[in-house]
């Protein structure tokens, strides 16, 4: 069987095991490690080779730009002192940590492929343990953090690795000069990839009337992002999670709502695709890894990918905890302050989330083969098989103690999102009846139409303020209906009169969502809401839309408005 059809047909598989990982509740990414690891137990299947670089462009940048446009920059705002904590002096800790364990265990660890396997391994992934905080219902300060973190902790690692891999493919490296390179590549790359989400934004006005158009936009905009700034000699990563998180700022406000639900879809999709290819190709590479390492014994391998997982989770914890209150200490001291410390139950439950991921597998599958005098990198499999075999003990081992250690430190949701889910709801209720008071919309020929939307929307006003007041109280349902039963035209002037009040209801409705759209905007732009929160409600706004724009109508938006207008006006 070729390459590529096998490819095809794991990618099918997992499509399955993506359904078995929603029916038994575990994370994704957990299982597809343990269908790499078993794919690469089948005897006889063919390697799969792409050069480093490829393989490199083709998974990082578009993972970045995926986690960055859905990311809350509002929160990125918020929690930025833990965030950067984090993401860049606790990854280069780390980085440090296991380079040291890494250079003292084996000798075909030189200095340069130590610190690579340490940018490698440092950074946890986000995806994995946002997967399980979702049946968790942690704090929503706890996903704010872990979520950040995730976002640029792969920035910081990235950064580390091309230095490391530069000074193991070259034989040179200066520490002075890869910290300037390290700050100077860091600035320029934000620098440009802020500009790239400028530039698309704008590419995206004169695009949105087309949505496959924005769409092919959107997929091609991580890739220019990388290229740019790499060309230039800054950092690609950086670039991309700007222009990510620059873009999902501006970009939604220019587009429409059929091409803001394709862009979703397709992310979701592509995402998808990404993560389940990466472990599909290092299952494919295991074997020819192994068979590179035969000169050792596997209890060795295994000896010193334990020695390397508990490093990572030790050193996390160490950090992590004293680190938290020393900086929240010395802050407030330094602003004269009274901010409370964190509960050291929250600081402890995030200092076990340190689940890594494919985002490591990618790095050290893109591992050049040789360095510039030919020879083999150093201890190039030795770094892929400690990789894979980090991630499996974190993710299948250590994941699943999150719940139980969830409940043992009696950490729950704060119920936050909801509130602000039902203000947002409310403000944009408010602003469309708002709509309703234009002189345009009051003069309307058909005013049976302006009172039943005003009806409709009082009543779905009344139940999110109820919501708002008793959270807890109110009840499911989202609409109330207020008519049981429709009638149906019994002539033709009946049914023109129907026809001609749809067309008025669409007028009037595209009016109120136009104005509940902009309501939920500024929430998110005073900051009252986060960008997720944002995002779900202008989902619902956006569907709604689209029925609206159908040709064929369907049921309670359109087609039956005369109906349930003659029932509200009787």
Same mark, same amino acid.
Request: proline residues 6%; neutral net charge; aromatic residues 8%.
């Given at each position: ?141 706890? +996903?704010? %953090? =872990?979520? /950040?973190?995730? $976002?640029?902790?792969?920035?910081? &690692? #990235?950064?580390?690795?091309? !230095? ?113 290819? +990466?472990? %599909? =190709?290092? /299952?494919?590479? $295991?074997?020819?890894?192994?068979? &590179? #390492?035969?000169?050792?014994? !596997? ?127 409310? &403000?944009?209720?408010?602003?469309? !009846? ?137």
């Amino acid at each position: 069987m070729a390459a590529l059809e096998l490819v095809l047909i794991l990618l099918a598989v997992s499509a399955v095991l993506r359904l078995i990982a929603e029916r038994l509740r575990v994370p994704y990414a957990a299982i597809l490690v343990v269908g790499g690891l078993l794919l690469a137990l089948v005897p006889g299947l063919p390697r799969v080779t792409l050069p480093p670089d490829v393989l490199f462009l083709v998974f990082i940048p578009p993972l970045l730009y995926s986690g960055a446009i859905a990311y809350p920059l509002r929160d990125f705002r918020r929690e930025f002192g833990p965030i950067l904590r984090l993401s860049v002096i606790l990854v280069l800790v780390s980085t440090a940590a296991v380079a040291v364990v890494a250079h003292r265990m084996h000798p075909a660890f030189t200095w340069a492929a130590a610190i690579t396997l340490g940018a490698i391994i440092s950074p946890p992934d986000p995806v994995a343990i946002l997967s399980i905080m979702r049946s968790l219902r942690v704090p929503r300060e706890i +996903v704010s %953090i =872990l979520e /950040g973190e995730g $976002l640029v902790n792969d920035a910081t &690692a #990235l950064v580390t690795y091309r !230095l490391a891999v530069a000074a193991a493919v070259t034989g040179i490296f200066s520490p002075s000069q890869a910290a300037v390179d390290f700050l100077l590549g860091g600035v320029g790359g934000a620098i440009i990839g802020v500009l790239m989400g400028i530039i698309v934004a704008r590419v995206h006005r004169f695009t949105r009337i087309v949505p496959v158009v924005s769409n092919t936009v959107s997929l091609l905009t991580p890739f220019a992002s990388y290229l740019l700034a790499d060309s230039v000699g800054a950092s690609g990563v950086l670039s991309v999670v700007a222009t990510g998180l620059y873009a999902a700022r501006i970009v939604p406000n220019v587009i429409g709502s059929e091409t803001r639900q394709q862009i979703f879809s397709t992310w979701t999709v592509v995402t998808f695709l990404l993560e389940s290819l +990466v472990f %599909i =190709l290092v /299952g494919l590479e $295991l074997p020819y890894v192994l068979r &590179a #390492l035969d000169r050792f014994p !596997l209890s060795l391998l295994l000896r010193e990918a334990a020695i390397v997982s508990l490093c990572v989770v030790l050193v996390r914890i160490a950090w992590v905890m004293p680190s938290t209150y020393v900086f929240r200490i010395f802050f407030r001291w330094l602003r004269h302050g009274k901010e409370p410390l964190p509960p050291w139950r929250s600081v402890f439950f995030i200092s076990w989330a340190g689940l890594r991921g494919g985002d490591s597998l990618v790095l050290a599958l893109s591992l050049p083969l040789q360095t510039a005098s030919g020879a083999r990198f150093p201890a190039r499999e030795q770094i892929i098989f400690i990789t894979f075999c980090v991630i499996f003990i974190t993710l299948v081992i250590q994941g699943p103690t999150l719940a139980p250690v969830a409940r043992w430190l009696g950490i729950g949701a704060d119920g936050s999102e909801e509130v602000e889910d039902t203000h947002a709801h409310l &403000a944009a209720a408010e602003a469309g !009846l708002r709509i309703l008071d234009d002189p345009a919309i009051k003069t309307s020929p058909y005013p049976e139409v302006v009172r039943y939307l005003r009806q409709r929307h009082k009543q779905r006003a009344r139940r999110w303020a109820a919501r708002e007041a008793e959270p807890h109280e109110a009840e499911n349902d989202d609409i109330a209906h207020d008519h049981d039963h429709f009638t149906i035209a019994p002539s033709h002037e009946a049914a023109e009169i129907d026809e001609r009040r749809s067309v008025e209801y669409r007028r009037v409705r595209g009016a109120m969502l136009r104005a509940e759209q902009s309501a939920v905007l500024e929430l998110r732009d005073r900051g009252v809401i986060g960008d997720d929160v944002m995002r779900r409600i202008q989902r619902e706004l956006d569907l709604e839309t689209l029925l609206l724009e159908t040709s064929e109508p369907v049921i309670e938006t359109v087609s039956e408005v005369p109906s349930a207008i003659d029932a509200a006006s009787r």
